[in-house]
């Protein structure tokens, strides 16, 4: 299609071909990847300047504080970049999702429902067990990404449940209904 759009969800909700969704975070990776480094290298500055004194007793700085200083700096920007992690990904047979620990595999089967609740920081799937998972890559302050994601997800789903369950008569329409009666036989 032309529009941008492939099977309802546009292009910012990152699509491989029809039926598929894929969406990572914006915002929160842009920030990490400006906070990782600048923590290194103020770590790393912030070890030049141990030198000398502690200011109280005979302890002094030594070349291993300094060192230890920047390996934390180091340590740190690792953590921060944890935060690029999250990724949600969907298709026909399931959705899988990856948070910051941990990662879900999830057949369309157990989902009841995908969620965004209004004033929540991120969307989640609410399970057949009642149990929710949070998918942090679908995260409010992506705006229409996070929109266009939900809306995907919640397409496949729809897709999914059309597919799968038997069913349901609409309004004004009858169910079918099962003969209480033995099955007809070979008449004697």
Do not use: K
């Not at 929109?147 to 789903?157: E, I, K, N, P, T």
Request: charged share 20%.
């Amino acid at each position: 299609m032309s529009d941008g759009r492939l099977g309802g969800v546009t292009d910012s909700a990152v699509a491989r071909d029809p039926g598929t969704v894929s969406v990572r975070p914006r915002r929160i990776r842009l920030v990490c990847w400006i906070l990782a480094p600048a923590l290194v290298v103020m770590f790393a500055l912030l070890s030049i300047g141990l030198r000398g004194s502690t200011g109280s007793g005979a302890a002094t700085f030594q070349r291993g504080d300094q060192l230890a200083m920047v390996g934390l700096g180091v340590l740190g920007g690792f953590v921060v970049l944890l935060f690029t992690r999250p990724r949600v990904e969907a298709d026909a047979r399931g959705v899988r999702v990856r948070n910051v620990f941990g990662s879900y595999d999830l057949p369309w089967d157990v989902v009841r429902a995908v969620r965004f609740d209004r004033g929540s920081a991120w969307a989640s799937l609410e399970l057949h067990d009642d149990e929710l998972v949070s998918v942090l890559a679908l995260q409010a302050v992506d705006r229409e990404l996070a929109v266009d994601g939900v809306r995907g997800l919640r397409a496949l789903h729809a897709a999914h449940q059309a597919a799968h369950l038997p069913h349901e008569p609409g309004p004004g329409q009858e169910a079918p209904s099962a003969s209480l009666a033995a099955p007809a036989g070979p008449a004697e």
